[in-house]
């Protein structure tokens, strides 16, 4: 990863000449977390037979979300709200890394935002015109030094698609992070079970909240776009831009 450049050249180093912006060379570890979502994205809307022509919504999740025993009914509320309150939405986020609060005056209610990775990137779902715009977008998602997919995709919203994405996120969160684990904590302890614990003792007792009639949207805020504030590097090998780039072929 250190190895400077010159060092590199000189023991004949494949990827020598393709550090990242900061002078890093490939960590497959981080690698390959960029990887995944770019080939699970293609996978899932060219490949899954029972996916052909359906337009959408797909809900994409991760193992270690945890979800609240309405959150399919809810997703199906919020894109329902989304055709009425904001057809330029181009997604819904079911989660939240916010504290659940307030159940009963927040359950049934919904923010429209711009969309921000850091904050609106657990239980993503969107619609094939979403894809289709993310698959033309796949020479700027391959090529940009960020091996972080969602701040990728913050930096697309700005620098590719067509318009800065929009919203809907649910105020009480149905989809929630399970615990610090994962290659972006490695200093901290990994305790999933017992925030598991946490989550389903907060959805027990706020049981009655759950599964509201319908979705309205309650909060507004300002909407314009928003680029990344800082590129993370760790994306500057050419094998992984060819990699990324061939997943749309092999479908």
């Known amino acids: 990863r250190d190895l400077g450049r010159a060092a590199a050249l000189r023991r004949g180093c494949l990827n020598a000449a393709y550090p990242d912006a900061f002078g890093h060379y490939r960590e497959a570890a981080f690698a390959q977390a960029k990887h995944h979502w770019w080939w699970k994205l293609h996978f899932v809307w060219e490949r899954v037979r029972a996916l052909r022509g ?15 025993p309405d959150f399919y009914a809810v997703l199906q509320a919020l894109w329902a709200l989304r055709r009425q309150a904001c057809p330029d939405c181009q997604l819904v986020s079911l989660g939240s890394y916010a ?46 030094d960020d091996y972080n997919w969602d701040w990728t995709l913050q930096h697309l919203t700005v620098a590719c698609l067509p318009r800065f994405w929009k919203v809907l996120v649910p105020e009480v969160p149905r989809v929630f992070h399970t615990g610090d684990c994962g290659m972006h904590h490695r200093n901290r302890a990994c305790r999933p079970a017992a ?31 928003l680029a990344p504030h800082v590129k993370n590097g760790g994306w500057g090998d050419i094998r992984d831009h060819e990699l990324c780039k061939s997943y749309p072929r092999l479908q």
């Open 99 to 144: 504290a659940a609060r307030d159940f009963a005056a927040r359950a049934d209610k919904a923010e429209l935002r711009p969309w921000k990775s850091t904050e609106h990137n657990m239980g993503m779902a969107f619609g094939r015109a979403t894809y289709e715009e993310l698959r033309a977008c796949g020479e700027a998602f391959c090529t940009y």
């Open 54 to 68: 359906h337009a959408g919504p797909l809900l994409f999740l991760e193992e270690d979300h945890y979800l609240a």
């Open 195 to 225: 925030r598991a614990a946490q989550i389903d003792a907060l959805l027990h007792a706020n049981r009655h909240h759950l599964f509201p009639a319908a979705m309205s949207l309650g909060k507004r805020y300002a909407l314009a776009p």
